[in-house]
């Protein structure tokens, strides 16, 4: 397996790949992708924890891709500036499609917090509103499929916890609400939460979720009855304490699988 890693252009961001080579003599060369969007309160990268989830999805035959956005600590307010990370991500796997042997119709970021939180954020603007920030166009923003996990959506469902916190990021929380932006360009969603998440409340996904109905877009949702926030792959691989060994939640990878594979036919 490739390693590679590329800083972003105009940003502090890091994108870094784990990289299959197809075998010459299969039937399929060109592999399906995905972009691991961890979280972290927009403070910190979890990086062995985004490693570990990006080697998952890997060993069932994606090529996977880890991104390290911009933070507060880079800048105050954060704005936008991670979901223009993420389309720069996007734009650098179309470019290096031949190069990374990457299936462009196939391209899914999986978004885990706030990261959940860039990625829905990105659902709702690939197509009205980040062609025109990016200098690009929404064909070489669209990706197939969304995957959001215990994520964060809307400033108002209780993450953050204080107004000090969301005034770094955003002085414009509708910018930031991802359920009021949702429209007809979402892609196919794939939620998972649980419903005791003691950190951002399950209303989240549940509103992002009742946002995709309304709109009539497709979407999946996942509720589990218990886990911790940051369950990650809920198995003892990812398990930051005993309790976030899941084996019920972590059910969620397998169905997730299971879904993309029925959207890529």
Do not use: C
Request: without cysteine; negative net charge; glycine residues 6%.
């Amino acid at each position: 397996m490739q390693v590679i890693q590329q800083k972003l252009t105009n940003s502090p961001a890091q994108l870094t790949g784990l990289l299959h080579t197809p075998d010459p003599n299969a039937h399929q060369t060109k592999l399906p992708a995905i972009i691991i969007v961890p979280g972290g309160g927009y403070t910190h990268i979890p990086v062995g924890q985004a490693e570990t989830l990006a080697l998952a999805f890997a060993g069932h035959g994606y090529q996977a891709f880890y991104l390290e956005y911009t933070l507060l600590g880079d800048q105050q307010p954060l704005g936008l500036a991670p979901v223009l990370d993420l389309a720069r991500a996007v734009l650098l796997l179309r470019q290096h499609a031949d190069a990374w042997h990457i299936d462009t119709t196939q391209l899914t970021p999986v978004g885990f917090s706030v990261g959940g939180h860039i990625v829905a954020l990105y659902n709702d603007y690939w197509q009205n509103q980040l062609p025109a920030l990016l200098k690009t166009t929404a064909e070489n923003l669209a990706v197939a499929t969304v995957i959001l996990s215990y994520p964060v959506i809307n400033p108002s469902l209780g993450y953050p916890k204080d107004a000090a916190t969301l005034s770094k990021w955003t002085a414009n929380s509708t910018e930031m609400a991802a359920d009021q932006l949702v429209n007809q360009h979402n892609r196919p969603t794939f939620i998972w939460v649980t419903a005791d998440d003691p950190l951002v409340p399950a209303t989240n996904a549940l509103a992002y979720a009742t946002a995709l109905a309304k709109a009539k877009r497709p979407y999946e949702l996942h509720v589990f009855e218990h886990g911790p926030h940051g369950l990650a792959l809920a198995n003892s691989q990812t398990a930051w304490k005993p309790d976030a060994n899941q084996p019920h939640a972590a059910h969620w990878f397998n169905l997730a699988l299971a879904w993309l594979q029925a959207h890529a036919n």
